[in-house]
């Protein structure tokens, strides 16, 4: 009996706390919307994303499809006698890493790092075209338009503060973790 009863334990672990290639793809899809600074919609307008594993192109209203990366996303929308719009997508650890990091140790975080199934990217963004705006990860809502913050050189630098010291809580729970397995 408690032999079934510490397998059913670990079988509910694995669960739940799966690791991130398990729950998420290394693709994610991507809602552009462009608007002018009247805050009226324009269509047609064509925008490109890139990171270091990628371009790629949609028309909007669109959804791109990019691969997930722990490096920001870039997104230039440019229309014909128009404005062009840029946008910055900051990249976040998802929960899938958090779960590898706690429950799955360090082998599980490193592969889902190097598969970018770790990160992701907010999932619908607002760009007006004549704007450099920053759509940080952790402000997204599910299935609502997140509008950005104005691209300043303090916001970029308190969000990239904010990356680093996630990825030293990281590595310090990885550290603990192997510690208390010695």
Not at 54 to 75: A, C, F, I, Y
Not at 79 to 101: C, H, P, Q, T, Y
Not at 105 to 110: E, F, L, Q, V, Y
Not at 113 to 141: C, M, Q
Request: proline fraction near 2%; glycine fraction near 8%.
């Amino acid at each position: 009996m408690k032999l079934h009863h510490a397998l059913l334990v670990m079988a509910s672990s694995l669960t739940f706390t799966g690791c991130a290639s398990i729950t998420k793809d290394s693709n994610q899809p991507i809602r552009v919307e462009t608007y002018n600074k009247q805050d009226q919609m324009v269509e047609d307008v064509k925008c490109t994303a890139k990171n270091e594993r990628g371009e790629w192109s949609t028309k909007t209203p669109g959804s791109l499809v990019v691969h997930r990366s722990g490096q920001n996303l870039e997104v230039k929308c440019q229309k014909d006698n128009a404005e062009s719009g840029f946008a910055v997508l900051v990249s976040r650890a998802n929960g899938g890493m958090w779960g590898n990091i706690l429950f799955g140790g360090g082998i599980g975080a490193i592969v889902d790092h190097n598969k970018g199934t770790a990160y992701s990217y907010p999932d619908w963004v607002k760009v007006i075209l004549g704007d450099s705006l920053v759509f940080d990860r952790k402000n997204n809502e599910e299935n609502k338009i997140m509008t950005g913050q104005a691209a300043s050189g303090d916001v970029l630098k308190k969000i990239q503060e904010d990356k680093t010291k996630e990825e030293e809580a990281a590595k310090k729970a990885l550290e603990a973790q192997k510690a208390a397995q010695q």
